[in-house]
């Protein structure tokens, strides 16, 4: 396999003889996971560990961008950035903010705070979230999710897709998480995950329950509806994991202020009108990722 001018002949593939009609429709070739050794039931070294880089280069980090599309497919904007063997500075700036990986099984650091409407939401004393670039929304216990959308008046569970939350679309919704010490603002453009219907008043919220299904190390899994406001990094540090967020370089994503998008992006409905979306354990949920962090998509 070769990635980034980097390449190995000693890694392992899994074969799919059935895959989703989801993943046949979209322009990909596969799905690639970079957690640790731990997750993997064939026992198979991490692509970032296995392409011949030194240990002191076994860090990798993304930028990933906001999907803008005003219906013009020139100012239509997709993608991101991924670094392998280090970052790149022309994407953030200041200090990268450093957590220590609790279990080298998945990416999982300890989640500070979260904030919603400007008020302190309580999510315990101990709380571990692993940091999945290959999850769009953000999943926690259903109690603490229940508490975060009681800020938001006109909000109610989901009757099409259980574990998730509708709101009002006109809300422009204020949420934060810390990491670090540090509080990090989502944009509401990100907390809105689309519309519930083609009248486009209600829309599904970006925080969804895991259930009672978190384990002693695991309650969260956060993704990109967090991750497209920060450079993230995963180092593995010489044996010491971490995980690093900074600020975004000015002009990406808004830079360091929220995203101001101009227009409202819906999500695709079916024929019937309800969402695609529906919810699944969490272990199970990190498994079908392939083993949490990261995923991202092989293109041809």
Request: charged share 10%; hydrophobic share 40%.
């Amino acid at each position: 396999m070769q990635l980034a001018g980097q390449s190995t002949t000693a890694q392992t593939f899994a074969l799919a003889t059935a895959v989703t009609r989801g993943l046949l429709n979209q322009a990909i070739d596969g799905i690639a996971g970079l957690g640790f050794k731990a997750l993997s039931t064939a026992k198979a070294t991490p692509l970032w560990q296995n392409v011949g880089l030194s240990q002191a280069d076994e860090i990798f980090s993304f930028f990933l961008q906001r999907e803008i599309d005003s219906g013009n497919p020139e100012n239509t904007q997709y993608g991101g950035v991924f670094t392998l063997g280090g970052t790149n500075s022309s994407l953030y700036q200041g200090d990268i903010n450093w957590s220590e990986v609790i279990d080298e099984s998945y990416w999982l650091i300890t989640l500070g705070g979260i904030t919603l409407q400007n008020n302190t939401v309580s999510i315990g004393n101990t709380v571990n979230a692993a940091i999945d670039t290959g999850t769009t929304l953000i999943g926690g216990p259903s109690s603490v999710i229940a508490d975060l959308y009681s800020q938001i008046p006109g909000s109610s569970p989901s009757t099409q897709s259980e574990g998730y939350y509708n709101y009002p679309c006109a809300t422009n919704v204020s949420a934060s998480v810390t990491f670090g010490n540090q509080a990090y603002v989502l944009s509401p453009s990100d907390f809105l995950a689309g519309a519930t219907d083609r009248t486009g008043e209600t829309c599904l919220g970006a925080f969804f329950s895991v259930g009672s299904d978190q384990t002693t190390t695991l309650q969260w899994i956060v993704g990109a509806a967090f991750l497209k406001s920060v450079y993230s990094v995963f180092d593995y540090n010489s044996g010491k994991p971490r995980v690093g967020f900074a600020a975004l370089a000015d002009g990406l994503n808004g830079g360091t202020e929220s995203s101001t998008v101009a227009q409202t992006q819906t999500a695709k409905v079916g024929g019937n009108g309800a969402s695609s979306l529906h919810r699944v354990p969490l272990q199970t949920l990190l498994a079908t990722l392939t083993a949490t962090c990261c995923v991202f998509a092989v293109w041809p």
